[in-house]
Nanobody, 124 residues
Framework: QVQLVESGGGLVQAGGSLRLSCAAS????????MGWFRQAPGKEREFVAC????????YYADSVKGRFTISRDNPSNTVHLQMKNLKPEDTAVYYC?????????????????WGQGTQVTVSS
């Protein structure tokens, strides 16, 4: 079992920045690929970014590439999502997720553990 707790969401104006954090409970945090997903009202949950177990590579959705950066700190069991140049269309609940043996990095079904989500609202 891995428990994930997100923090850092809030209300920001378009063009602003936010940094989301996700704290994991498990000491084997470094054995999990970590991802961020988001879900806007009335829409399906969509992939945002993910990072490999040792942080050696990361992968982003086209919609956030160049604006968002995912990072992780294995000794402290945390993963972060730095979001810059935010747009109103980035408004959603953001979820942290953990998975092992992932074949499709952008598929929510591949991730077995999820946080409760944190709201990000970007005003125009």
């Amino acid at each position: 079992q891995v428990q994930l707790v997100e923090s850092g969401g809030g209300l920001v104006q378009a063009g602003g920045s936010l940094r989301l954090s996700c704290a994991a409970s498990r000491r084997t945090f470094s054995s999990y690929t970590m991802g961020w997903f988001r879900q806007a009202p009335g829409k399906e949950r969509e992939f945002v970014a993910c990072i490999s177990r040792n942080g050696g590579w990361s992968y982003y959705a086209d919609s956030v590439k160049g604006r968002f950066t995912i990072s992780r700190d294995n000794p402290s069991n945390t993963v972060h999502l730095q979001m810059k140049n935010l747009k109103p269309e980035d408004t959603a609940v953001y979820y942290c997720a953990a998975g092992q043996s992932i074949d499709s990095l952008s598929s929510p079904r591949e991730y077995g553990y999820w946080g409760q989500g944190t709201q990000v609202t970007v005003s125009s």
